[in-house]
């Protein structure tokens, strides 16, 4: 089969290797029929080291299962399934719990021996914890819905996560950091959970008018001091409730405490690509503001997004707007690097 690996920064291949095949009782082999390019997908094609042997690349996936390990019981052959971007049991105490991308028998595609989802077929370990089916088979499924239905691997969640651990309400003001595919999808969870005042921070026009269609009230061009400055003239000087940080990027994250209302909330979901960070009296702490975040455990929302998605009672899938065939998706990296796409769905 093909499969797309990254061998260095800039440096993207598909490549013919072996069919996946069970190894683990608790496994199953599924056909991708939907994959994308993650904008976290950019951050090891912009710096990551030369490697003769190629990383696996993709952690979002539809698809159908074409086999399944001797324990699986919950997904059989033929179903339509979704795919978390991490695999997970769903039934140790941090899955119990909702926090199902810390499973103690979990793990990320791409590595420690599983493949990635930018493929024909990959394998899914612990599958009767991580696969979700839609409900009906893929030959019944209203083939509009197949964006959407993808953002619900990773995007329009991770963007739910950023809105739920914020704690957004009808009574909360937000401002959203990013224009990216998160950001927008942070965008429209906030405004599903019920925000009337979403400030969207960026400066793409055409990204930027998709955000105040998922529901921004108003856009901020401006980046650092001069946003901060926009965003509290915006707010009486008060700054919001909430801050949505979907860049991971260190200027991102000193606007967010920049913005942030005292006693208010950050909540950050872009991958950080940095380690230390401000959290003294000038940043947190005189603003009595919290801290959360971190990678979005989408498997404890898919569920109950799934019915939204199927009623068309929301369309996340507007972020793709470009589509490639798997021996292109370099082409569909690059696009996305350059800005020229906002989000590149990947076909097989």
């Not at 699986?72 to 997970?88: C, E």
């Not at 599983?114 to 209203?142: F, K, W």
């Not at 999808?185 to 105040?212: F, Y």
Request: glycine residues 14%.
């Amino acid at each position: 089969m093909r499969a797309t690996f990254m061998y260095g920064a800039g440096d993207v291949r598909v490549e013919n290797v072996p069919d996946p095949t069970i190894q683990a009782p608790t496994d199953a082999i599924v056909r991708v029929v939907l994959a994308c390019v993650c904008g976290s997908d950019l951050h090891p094609y912009h710096g990551m080291p030369a490697t003769g042997t190629g990383v696996p690349m993709g952690h979002e996936f539809l698809g159908v299962v074409e086999e399944t390990g001797r324990e699986v019981t919950t997904v059989r052959k033929g179903d339509f399934v979704i795919s978390p971007f991490a695999f997970q049991d769903n039934t140790c105490q941090f899955c119990r719990e909702g926090v199902q991308t810390s499973c103690v028998h979990g793990g990320w595609y791409g590595a420690g021996g599983v493949g990635g989802g930018q493929a024909e077929a990959i394998r899914v370990p612990q599958a009767d914890g991580t696969l979700v089916t839609t409900g009906s088979a893929l030959e019944d499924t209203d083939q509009t819905l197949l964006p959407s239905l993808l953002t619900l691997s990773d995007v329009y969640l991770t963007g739910y996560h950023a809105a739920h651990m914020g704690k957004v309400t009808a009574r909360t003001t937000v401002t959203v950091i990013g224009d990216g595919a998160v950001g927008l999808s942070a965008v429209l969870a906030a405004k599903q959970l019920g925000a009337e005042r979403i400030i969207l921070m960026g400066r793409h026009a055409s990204r930027t008018d998709l955000g105040r269609e998922f529901g921004a009230t108003d856009v901020v061009a401006e980046r650092g001091e001069e946003g901060i400055a926009k965003v509290l003239e915006l707010t009486r000087g008060e700054g919001t409730h909430v801050v949505l940080e979907a860049v991971g990027l260190m200027p991102a994250y000193e606007m967010a405490y920049g913005v942030v209302r005292p006693g208010g909330v950050i909540s950050r979901v872009g991958v950080p690509q940095y380690e230390a960070a401000p959290i003294g009296f000038g940043s947190l702490f005189g603003k009595n503001a919290t801290l959360t975040g971190g990678p979005a455990p989408v498997r404890a929302y898919i569920e109950q997004a799934l019915p939204d998605v199927l009623a068309g009672r929301i369309n996340p899938g507007r972020v793709f707007d470009r589509t490639v065939n798997l021996d292109d998706v370099a082409v569909g990296y690059k696009a996305m690097d350059a800005r020229e796409a906002l989000k590149v769905l990947v076909t097989p």
